[in-house]
């Protein structure tokens, strides 16, 4: 069965710090990757996506980044956090033999 | 470009009650439409979805919602409302053939007694 892994599950970080948080997907082969962002009252934000290793999409201008440097593992940076950076980022995956994705726990990350 | 209107970000009811949280999409193809549920700190979990075929579609928990593409909705329903419903909903949106999956700001229930 596939299964998606998100690390850590909470984060604290000074402002001007960098970041990296790991999704790695299981049990499935080339799926589409995405970054949410969800700060406080505002929704599920689509961060970036990937169809495929190298290949990212851009969805808003912001302080992070995201690179695919293999089929199923999916990673969002940052070389200096901003306080406007905390919230719960969720990766998500899906493939053209589902219609739905499926989403990691979640990582809180609390700048400060 | 694809894109989901909730109605309502905070919707209460009564426990037994009712339940109607509302879904409106934008799309120029016929989409894929979802509802999610997430409770707090966790991700997000699927409660159920429309494809093709039949416009009434069944999920867990007792949800279920209707496609009516001429009304562009896809609103959520439930006969009664238990405690354990308390939850943000989320209405998301994929063309198909389209990589992006849209949500909706999401819609946070409450259940009192």
């Known amino acids: 069965s596939q299964t998606i892994h998100q690390w850590p599950a909470t984060l604290v970080q000074p402002v001007g710090s960098p970041l990296s948080l790991e999704c790695t997907v299981e049990?499935?082969?080339?799926?589409?990757l995405y970054w949410y962002r969800q700060a406080a009252g505002r929704g599920l934000q689509l961060l970036f996506y990937s169809v495929g290793i190298g290949q990212i999409s851009s969805e808003v201008p912001q302080n992070l980044s995201a690179s695919r440097p293999q089929d199923r593992q999916f990673i969002l940076s940052s070389k200096k956090l901003l306080l406007s950076d905390s919230g719960f980022y969720l990766c998500a995956w899906y493939t053209a033999l589902n219609t739905e994705a499926f989403f990691g726990q979640g990582t809180r990350l609390t700048v400060v | 470009a694809q894109s989901v209107t909730q109605l309502g970000s905070h919707v209460s009811v009564s426990e037994g009650a009712l339940v109607l949280l509302r879904c409106n999409y934008s799309s120029s193809v016929p989409p894929y439409l979802f509802w999610y549920v997430q409770y707090p700190n966790q991700g997000l979990q699927l409660l159920l979805k429309?494809?093709?075929?039949?416009?009434l579609v069944k999920g867990i928990n007792g949800f279920e919602a209707e496609f009516k593409k001429s009304e562009t909705s896809f609103h959520l329903t439930k006969p009664s409302a238990h405690m354990s419903d308390a939850a943000e909903y989320f209405c998301a949106v994929r063309t198909h053939g389209y990589n992006k999956l849209i949500f909706g700001a999401g819609t946070r229930l409450a259940v009192h007694p």
């Open positions: 049990g499935t082969s080339n799926p589409n």
């Open positions: 429309y494809t093709t075929g039949a416009t």
